[in-house]
DNA sequence: ACCTGAACACCGTTCAAGT
DNA sequence: ACCTGAACACCGTTCAAGT
């Protein structure tokens, strides 16, 4: 018995390292298979042939797992083709993100869980504000229709980041005495998430995205755009 | 210090017997207190000067404990008053959810998490869809309109509820074959509920919602929306 | 009918130690 | 630098028993 080595070793990826994408990968692919109920720091690690605290060297608690695995993907959405309208190339981003909620099922969950907005989640976020306002779209109807498309945007809900879908300060919820540096960081990589961030700040002094408005102007679009369906005799098909 | 007994006792509630609405209101009184994260059933019924086992009394497991939660607030969400127009009507009670999810930070998760709709989330879903329906709209179009209301209705996403926010089949996420006698009882509670499942039934024979379509038919009025805004030189305020 | 006690099979994470 | 072992402070829930 033990000299016939034929069989290949019992899953654990033999090789003696881990590394943050291996562990991230191997999250993903555990929450594919089982679902995010399964997807525990013990379950993973015994799923990587390795003792739960190997993990926290790659990963800094449980929410860190979760937010790599979330980056990971989002990372991934497709790109329209670049030749495309504004109209489709917004439908085509806001597509891509519903097609990967269906390859992913835990992805909905993951992302209403999450706390922090991760770069790749900005990057979205800051392409689709950028395909809007190639459609010349002022920053201030770019940050308002943001909120209208909300969970569209995501193929979900995102009010789960505490201040709303098209609200753009950093990561932090307070107010935050803004580091220039770190600011222009943020330009330089999210250019017109910044922007729609300065326009809000100039437009009401408080600077705070008043997301009270923002429910009742997307409520007051939905109920208009209803109301004028019924007008015309609206029939589906 | 024994003798004086001035001190109220430390919060359990004196009186011997547990009861469900009791057990509810006390986790109400917790999340609101600490949020989600800090209710497990341990915790609860230590507050309640309970060991945990005699929760299980009242409530068939957490899930049970949270749907409970969620039914008691959304009972109490405000009616409009009676005189208005349905479009008034309906904000009303949009703005009822919300003003709830205001005052209970951690309904939204909740109802993010439930897997069940209790008989008052039903019961709201009916009532929005009666609105719409004294608004003169058509089942189909009133179907459409809940799915492009969407999180509106709740404050959030319903998209939780897997088959979407305008479906209304039975908790149950198969076809089920129809018990003509529940069924009787669904349409005597919730008359626009069947009648849109009814509507919906007949007009594609497999009965099931089309969720892509029904995304795609809000993207799109989104969209168009956003778009006439631009044409008509919209700006804020 | 309602509550208890002890137990089972789990969690995430800290801390001190090994190599 | 990376992984381990043992421990801490928790979970939800079953099952058999008490009153």
């Given at each position: 018995m033990y000299t016939m080595s034929s069989e290949p070793p019992p899953t654990p990826r033999a090789a003696g390292r881990l590394s943050r994408s291996g562990v991230l990968e191997a999250a993903v692919a555990l929450a594919d298979r089982e679902g995010l109920e399964s997807l525990s720091m013990r379950r993973l690690a015994s799923e990587l042939g390795v003792?739960?605290?190997?993990?926290y060297k790659h990963v800094a608690d449980k929410d860190d797992l979760v937010a790599g695995m979330i980056d990971q993907i989002v990372a991934d959405y497709r790109a329209p083709?670049?030749?495309?309208d504004w109209r489709a190339a917004v439908r085509g981003r806001i597509m891509a993100a519903r097609d990967a909620l269906h390859e992913h099922p835990w992805l909905r969950s993951a992302l209403e869980r999450a706390t922090q907005r991760t770069p790749a989640v900005l990057g979205h976020m800051d392409a689709v504000a950028g395909e809007l306002r190639r459609g010349g779209l002022s920053y201030d109807l770019v940050h308002h229709a943001m909120h209208a498309l909300g969970h569209r945007?995501?193929?979900?809900?995102?009010?789960?980041?505490?201040?709303?879908?098209?609200?753009?300060?950093?990561?932090?919820?307070?107010p935050a005495p803004v580091d220039p540096a770190q600011l222009a960081a943020m330009a330089e990589r999210y250019p017109h998430v910044v922007a729609i961030a300065l326009d809000t700040a100039q437009r009401a002094p408080?600077?705070?995205?008043?997301t009270e408005a923002e429910f009742a102007f997307t409520l007051d679009l939905l109920l208009d755009a209803v109301s004028s369906l019924h007008a015309a005799g609206w029939r589906s098909r």
């Open positions: 003792v739960p605290m190997a993990l083709q670049p030749g495309l945007i995501w193929g979900f809900s995102p009010e789960a980041f505490s201040d709303g879908a098209g609200s753009t300060t950093a990561p932090d919820a307070e408080g600077g705070a995205c008043d």
